[in-house]
């Protein structure tokens, strides 16, 4: 029986091919991707306001997204953060009262969304 170089190399390749299906190191289906959920904060001033903006990265539609923001201005104060449309991206500008005092405040971003922890930030409130 005589093997030409052609039937050698495209045989040795589909064994390749079927050891490593077989090896679980390739996959015919595509890995999925996990979730990852962000937050940001703009900078602002007194009279002014600052913009917060929720994130998930790779969500599984078929859940639920919601977000809030807590600020401490003079007190504490939870604001709903607003979805727009089927994106999981949600923003609120935030008004910063006329008498804050210059400086950094603080921003607590809760993600309502599984495996989304509260996301503590930072916002830098500069003279007018």
Not at 55 to 62: A, E, G, Q, S, Y
Not at 98 to 105: C, E, K, N, R, S
């Amino acid at each position: 029986m005589k093997m030409n170089k052609r039937s050698l190399t495209v045989g040795s390749a589909a064994l390749l091919v079927l050891t490593l299906l077989s090896a679980g190191i390739v996959s015919a289906t595509p890995p999925t991707k996990i979730a990852s959920c962000s937050a940001k904060v703009t900078p602002g001033h007194p009279g002014g306001s600052i913009q917060v903006r929720a994130k998930v990265l790779h969500p599984d539609r078929t859940l639920a997204f919601s977000a809030s923001a807590v600020t401490s201005f003079s007190g504490t104060t939870i604001w709903t953060l607003k979805q727009s449309g089927k994106s999981y991206v949600a923003v609120r500008k935030i008004p910063v009262p006329a008498g804050q005092i210059a400086g950094p405040v603080d921003v607590i971003v809760t993600i309502n969304y599984v495996g989304c922890a509260a996301i503590p930030l930072t916002s830098q409130i500069t003279a007018p």
